[in-house]
């Protein structure tokens, strides 16, 4: 599943929520790392105990604050996971249909997270050009004078 950047992310969304809110983004941003993390491990561990049950809410959690991220397909994969263990469970089914999605959702979070990470501290790389900036001159300054 090679996806670029705008298919992770709806950039739009990601800087409205940036400006709603402010100061406080960086740390909620944090909390949803946190909360992935642990809805990723639930889910995951869900599936290895075939328990339907156990997806519902991870997947649930995860699902809405990815979407509040502007992480579209993140939270359109969590959906798939959490309405079909909804539908195993009133069928007294295991969630065995879902293991390949299971399988996808750890990378695509991480690749989320990366992006959500490049964006909120960009890390530049700087190369200066022949006599730019942090370059030492093709002169003699510096250099004593014979």
């Keep these: 599943m090679a996806m670029g950047a705008a298919e992770l992310v709806d950039w739009g969304v990601f800087a409205r929520v940036r400006t709603e809110l402010g100061s406080g983004f960086v740390r909620i941003l944090g909390y949803f790392r946190e ?18 049950a156990a997806l519902v809410l991870p997947a649930h959690t995860l699902k809405g604050e990815s979407r509040q991220f502007g992480a579209v397909p993140l939270a359109e994969l969590a959906e798939v996971i959490e309405m079909t263990a ?40 700087r190369r200066p050009g022949p006599g730019g900036f942090g370059r030492k001159p093709a002169g003699s300054f510096g250099m004593a004078q014979r």
């Design 35 to 52: 909360d992935g993390v642990k809805s990723v491990d639930q889910i995951e561990q869900a599936i290895r105990d075939r328990s339907a």
């Design 86 to 125: 909804r539908r195993c469970v009133e069928a007294r089914e295991t969630p065995d249909e879902l293991i390949e999605k299971v399988v996808e959702l750890r990378p695509l979070f991480d690749a989320t997270l990366r992006l959500f990470d490049r964006e909120v501290n960009p890390i530049v790389e």
